[in-house]
C-alpha cells in the first residue's frame, strides 16, 4: 500500500489542454504570444483563469495591483496558505509557456487534489501576478515588488507605456484593480514552476531544475541627449551625436560583462530614438542597460563600472547623459527546506535533475523577501525563450508539475 502521496500525479493532457487554450488568447504573429500586461488581451486571459478557478470551487481575491489569489480551502483555516504562481502576462514577442506554465500547472494541481480527494491541512492559493515582464511598463515583477514591500503602489501606479499611458489608470481600465492591500496576504511558503529560459537543463539532459538561486538584476535607464541635426548637411566635427555615444556605450557594457565571467550578463532590449527621422540626428535617445549575475559584488561593480564609463564616452562626444535605475533586485537565495522539498520530489518520481541559479527574474524572487519559496524548472528548445519559438515538451512540462505537485502538497500536508 502506497503511502499517502506517493503516486500524486498531475493529469499532463489536461494541463497541455489548458495551456494551449489560454495560447490562443493574444496570439503573435509566429506561434507564439502577444498578451501583454493591462492590456484586453491580458484582461481576457484573467477572464478565462477566473472562469477555470471559479469551476474548480476556488474563492478568487483580487489586490489593488490586480494580482489573482485563487483559494482552495484547506481543513485548517487558521493556517498560513501556501502559494502556487507565476504571470500570465506576455512579451510582445513572446511564448506560450514563460509563466503561464506556473499559473496553470498550480491550477493543474488543485485539479488534481479535488480528482484524488485529497484534502490539505494548510490552503492552497493559486496566484497570478500582475506584470511580472515589465516589458509595457517597467520594472519587471512590479506587483510582487510592491506585494514584498520593496516597491510603493503609487510609483507602480505612476509607471508609464511608451504611449504615456500609466498603469494605475490601464489597470482600472480592464477593470482588474482589486481592493486588498498588496501584501496583505501572509504566506506559509511559496512555489513558482517556470521553464529556465537558458540552455542548461536541455544540454545537461536534465528533466527537474532544481533552483537554489536566482542572479540580480539592475536595469539602468540611461537618456543621452545631443543636438538635432542634418545627417548630409553637419559637418562630423560639428555633430552633437548621442546614437554614436549609445553605440560606444552598448560596445563598453559587452565588454564589462565578458571582463566579469563567469556568471555575468549585460545587455540593452530596448531602444528610442528621438526623433527617429532617418536624415536627422537623434537629439535624445533612450535605453535600458540590463545587467545580472548571481555575485552581488560583480552585479554592483559592473552597475558602478558602467555608469562612469558611460559618462566619461558621453563627455568626450559633449552628449548629455542621465542615468535611472528602473529595475533592481539583489541576488536571491531560495529557502533550503523548500528546495530539499523540490529535489528529493524529483528522486522520489525518478526524474534527472540538478540544482541550477535562475538566469531570469521572476516573482519568486521577491515572495523569498517575505516567505520561504523556492522554483522548480523544466527545460525549454535550445535554451529560447523572450521569442515566439519558445518550445517545451508535454514530457518536460509534466514531469515538474509533479514535482510541484509533491512539494506543494507535502508542504500543505496530507490530511487522512
Ligand atoms: O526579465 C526577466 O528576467 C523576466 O523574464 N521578467
Ligand atoms: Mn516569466
Ligand atoms: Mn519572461
Known amino acids: 500500500m502506497a503511502a499517502p502521496g506517493e503516486n500524486l500525479r498531475i493529469n499532463a493532457d489536461r494541463l497541455w489542454d489548458t495551456i494551449m487554450e489560454m495560447a490562443k488568447i493574444g496570439p503573435g504573429v509566429a506561434g507564439g504570444n502577444n498578451r501583454q500586461t493591462l492590456t484586453d488581451a491580458d484582461g481576457e486571459g484573467r477572464h478565462l483563469f477566473k472562469r477555470w478557478c471559479d469551476e474548480a470551487g476556488l474563492e478568487l481575491g483580487v489586490d489593488k495591483m490586480g494580482t489573482m489569489f485563487a483559494r482552495r480551502e484547506g481543513t485548517d483555516p487558521e493556517a498560513l496558505p501556501v502559494y502556487v504562481g507565476s504571470h500570465l502576462d506576455t512579451q510582445p514577442t513572446g511564448g506560450k509557456y514563460d509563466g503561464v506554465l506556473g499559473v496553470l500547472s498550480g491550477l493543474e494541481v488543485v485539479r488534481s487534489l479535488d480528482d484524488l480527494g485529497i484534502r490539505t491541512k494548510h490552503p492552497i492559493v493559486v496566484t497570478n501576478w500582475t506584470n511580472e515582464e515589465g516589458a509595457r511598463f517597467a520594472p519587471a515583477m512590479v506587483a510582487s515588488g510592491v506585494f514584498a514591500g520593496a516597491l510603493t503602489l503609487d510609483y507602480a501606479y505612476s509607471r508609464k507605456d511608451p504611449e504615456g499611458k500609466t498603469f494605475g489608470e490601464e489597470l482600472k481600465r480592464i477593470g482588474w484593480q482589486g481592493d486588498e492591500e498588496v501584501g496583505a496576504r501572509k504566506m506559509h511558503a511559496y512555489f513558482e514552476y517556470h521553464i529556465e529560459q537558458g540552455p542548461i537543463l536541455e544540454a545537461e539532459n536534465k528533466q527537474i531544475g532544481v533552483v537554489t538561486h536566482c542572479q540580480g538584476l539592475w536595469w539602468l535607464e540611461f537618456t543621452l541627449r545631443g543636438k538635432e541635426a542634418h545627417t548630409g548637411s553637419t559637418p562630423m566635427n560639428m555633430r552633437v551625436n548621442a546614437g554614436l555615444a549609445m553605440a560606444r556605450i552598448f560596445e563598453m557594457v559587452q565588454k564589462v560583462a565578458l571582463a566579469n565571467q563567469p556568471g555575468a550578463v549585460g545587455g540593452v532590449g530596448q531602444v528610442k530614438f528621438a526623433p527617429n527621422s532617418r536624415n536627422v540626428l537623434p537629439g535624445t535617445v533612450v535605453f535600458t542597460v540590463d545587467i545580472r549575475s548571481p555575485d552581488q559584488a560583480k552585479l554592483d561593480g559592473m552597475r558602478k563600472t558602467i555608469e562612469t564609463e558611460a559618462a566619461k564616452i558621453a563627455e568626450e562626444l559633449g552628449v548629455g547623459c542621465s542615468v535611472e535605475a ?80 509533491h512539494a506543494v502538497v507535502e508542504t500543505a500536508g496530507i490530511v487522512e
Not at 528522486?347 to 523577501?369: P, Q, R, T, V
Not at 517575505?370 to 514531469?399: Q, R
Open 326 to 405: 528602473v529595475g533592481h533586485f539583489d541576488p536571491v537565495t531560495f529557502d533550503p527546506t523548500l528546495v530539499g522539498r523540490i529535489r528529493s520530489a524529483a528522486e522520489k518520481l525518478g526524474y534527472s535533475h540538478m540544482n541550477i541559479i535562475s538566469g531570469a527574474g521572476h516573482d519568486a524572487c521577491w515572495a523569498a523577501k517575505v516567505a520561504p519559496a523556492t522554483m522548480v524548472m523544466c527545460p525549454c528548445v535550445d535554451g529560447l525563450s523572450h521569442n515566439e519559438a519558445e518550445n517545451i515538451s508535454k514530457e518536460w512540462a509534466e514531469a515538474g508539475a509533479n514535482v510541484l505537485f
